[in-house]
């Protein structure tokens, strides 16, 4: 495995490739990596010769200083866990690497209808900032196919979008929530549960779990069962942010009688924020 941090060399790697007619896997995350991210380089492997991993924690897309400067740098281990996995390039770009102006100034990528619900409404310009840094890699690496978790659905199917609507030739794949034994999807941010908050924080997915099966069972109150789920929570000791049944296509409110809906919550739990989602059968 080579590791990278300049785009001119990331370049250069990618065009050999592309010239030899080999296929271009992409997995982006922001490091302190987890079998889940693994998960997502072995889907990626599946179909292309060659996979890169980037590792940058973007500024853009943070909504609070103390957040970004907080998010775990763990490069020697990510590094050992990128290159047991058979990835290729590790890209370990600099801040200035990627933005050589100031933040504030970079041209900036917005996508409609993501911008002010659930993810876009809690956390301010981070749908702008992640569709931004994706953009950019995309245009460095030019990917044939690039592989994202569904526990970030939002940000998912935001970046399908964009990759529609301005006709990129990538395909993007979603792969299903990795999960802990007891039901807690896998996230970097797990890390800052202490013993105790580790030990409560199942409740998360077990309380969406249920609301789920009253919503295949019939009930269609979808207000109430919100309402109820979110008291469970506090019950439980969770710091409130969301839990709401939507439509999938749009995020917007579900109403009895919509189709494709899916239960999408954040909630904290200590300082760890937690996100999950479960799509609901039918």
Known sequence: MKTISSVAELRKACQQWRNAGERIGLVMTMGNLHQGHIALVDEAAKTTE??????????????????LEAYP??????????????????FTPSVEEIYPAPIDTVSQIHVPGFVDRLEGSSRPGHFVGVATVVNKVFNMVMPDVTVFGQKDIQQLLMIQKMVRDLNMPI????????????GLAMSSRNN?????????????NQVLTKMVKRVTEGET???????????????????????????IEDFLPAQAGDENLIVVAAAWMGSARLIDNIQIPG
């Open 50 to 67: 060659h996979v890169i991993t980037t590792i940058f924690v973007n500024p853009m897309q943070f909504d609070r200083v103390e957040d």
């Open 192 to 204: 800052y549960l202490n013993e105790q908050e580790r030990v409560t924080a199942p409740k998360f």
């Open 171 to 182: 395909e993007v794949i979603g792969l299903p929530t990795v999960r802990e034994t007891d």
């Open 221 to 247: 109150d979808y207000r109430s069962l919100e309402d109820e789920a979110m008291q469970e929570l506090l019950g439980y000791g969770f710091g409130k942010d969301y839990v709401e049944i939507c439509r």
């Open 73 to 90: 740098r763990t490069l020697e281990q990510d590094s050992k866990m990128c290159k047991e996995a058979g990835v290729e390039i590790l």
